[in-house]
């Protein structure tokens, strides 16, 4: 792998550029890896990237449908933060934001992490308060955190709407200096990067269309290049995960929704932070390009369309609107959507499933992208610990909690019986959906 430094790039910017070297390879599926994992998105390019790095596994083959970054990964709004509540969320997302902080080091690949601050702005008393709790609490667990009054949120957020009128009036804000920004296709790249040298396979255009199992034991896939047998397959297909894992026979606590965010024509520096507002449901930054990247809540229905409608993007875009009445006069460039994979208590499912070397690591939904690097086989452990402790205080280790959340799971009865089936008992039917999916509450 060519390193990426001041003088490489000062001597191929001499030649004109005509020497770089491919940034990773294009190789024909080999018949059988040590481990395939579905999806070139951001969780399975760091598995693949870490499992090399930090195990010494290089047999590895990350299959993408269409083209690396082409899911949530390069369609998300690239906010990176760790200003959670509750201590469990607070050290797993702080640990992720470490390693955002050395992320572009460890790559060789400038991922253009911007620690420009994250701003959640406080339309009143009770929010105040609310905002001071977290705060303290963040503090507690070694986070920055800064409760800032109205004056300083205007020093910071000047175009804020701060007239005796504003719709959502402005008391304060909680900011963490720490959080920031990060540029969505290029930690694809750099994690593609890193783990092509190490002698991964990258294919692309390759699309997953059946898993294939021996009994309760997943033994490879299909795709539209042909049988691939894997020693273990991880599944890490975000907002596609539930219609991949019925491939194996499960069904998974997952729904699948639309998230939208939209950018406007690009424009001169005017926000240097990020600022989200909980109860406008809206959140905003400035691109490096000039575009202000703005987005809001799910579309709540399901779907796998990669596009959403309408009421979401004037709901979002008349609350950015009345927090910021001076953008009323930019034009929106583009708006997008990505298929979210939402669990039915807004946390991910990381680890094992019932099927022997199935693995799964998905139901990150709109918070994906900050912990990109704490993908299923790196460091999975500790953070599973955490969640466990959160979650199911009385199991008895982490695999257990695990298992414990995957009872949710059952075989399909299209699939061949198998070991699976012995392991947990599988309910009748997955308990009805009555009031919906989970709402992120943002603690
Ligand atoms: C509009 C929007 C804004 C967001 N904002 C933020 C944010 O600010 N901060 C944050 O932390 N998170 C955010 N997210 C969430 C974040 O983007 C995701 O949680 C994260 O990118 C998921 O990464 P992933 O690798 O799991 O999935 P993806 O990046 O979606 O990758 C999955 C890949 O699997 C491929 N695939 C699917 N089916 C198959 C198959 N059968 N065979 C082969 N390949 C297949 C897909 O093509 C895709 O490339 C946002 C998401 C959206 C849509």
Request: charged share 20%.
């Amino acid at each position: 792998m060519t390193g990426y430094s001041i003088f490489s790039l000062a001597r191929n910017a001499l030649r004109g550029h005509r020497d770089w070297p491919r940034a990773w390879r294009d190789p024909a599926p080999k018949p059988r890896y040590d481990v395939v994992i579905i999806g070139g998105g951001g969780h399975g390019l760091a598995t693949a990237y870490y499992l090399a790095k930090n195990h010494g596994i290089g047999n590895v083959a990350v299959l993408e449908k269409g083209w690396l970054g082409g899911g949530n990964t390069g369609r998300n709004t690239t906010i990176v933060r760790s200003n959670y509540l509750h201590k469990p969320n607070a050290q797993f997302y702080e640990h992720s934001l470490k390693l955002w902080e050395g992320l572009s080091r460890d790559l060789n690949y400038n991922v253009m992490f911007s620690q420009r601050g994250v701003v959640n702005l406080a339309h009143s008393d009770a929010q105040m308060d609310a905002h001071g709790r977290r705060g303290n609490a963040m503090r507690l667990n070694g986070i920055d955190a800064v409760l800032l009054d109205r004056e300083a949120v205007r020093a910071i957020v000047p175009d804020l709407d701060f007239s005796a009128r504003a719709r959502f009036p402005i008391y304060g804000a909680l900011l963490q200096p720490r959080g920031g920004t990060a540029r969505h296709d290029a930690v694809a790249w750099g994690y593609a990067r890193g783990a092509d040298a190490r002698g991964v396979d990258i294919i692309q255009n390759c699309e997953v269309t059946g898993i294939k199992r021996e009994g309760g034991t997943v033994v490879g896939v299909e795709t539209s290049r042909g049988t691939i047998m894997a020693g273990k397959v991880g599944l890490a297909v975000a907002g596609h995960s539930g219609h991949v894992a019925a491939m194996a026979g499960l069904r998974l606590p997952i729904e699948t929704h639309l998230l939208q965010a939209a950018v406007t024509e690009p424009l001169k520096p005017v926000l240097d932070t990020v600022v989200t507002s909980g109860a406008a449901h809206v959140y905003v930054s400035q691109s490096d390009k000039g575009e202000l990247v703005f987005g809001g809540d799910l579309d709540f229905y399901n779907s796998y369309a990669q596009r959403g409608n309408l009421p979401a993007i004037s709901h979002f875009t008349t609350a950015l609107l009345a927090l910021f009445p001076r953008f009323s006069r930019l034009r929106m460039l583009r708006s997008w959507g990505g298929v979210m994979d939402m669990t039915m208590d807004g946390s991910p499912i990381i680890g094992k499933t019932p099927l022997a070397n199935f693995y799964i690591d998905g139901g990150w939904c709109y918070g994906g992208f900050k912990p990109d690097h704490l993908s299923v086989l790196r460091s999975a452990r500790p953070c599973r610990v955490q969640l466990w402790r959160r979650r199911d205080a009385d199991a008895a280790g982490p695999d257990d909690f695990v298992r414990r959340r995957m009872g949710r799971l059952y075989l399909s009865p299209r699939q061949p019986k198998g070991g699976a089936s012995r392991i947990l008992a599988a309910p009748r039917r997955l308990p009805r959906l009555v009031n919906g999916p989970a709402r992120h509450l943002d603690s």
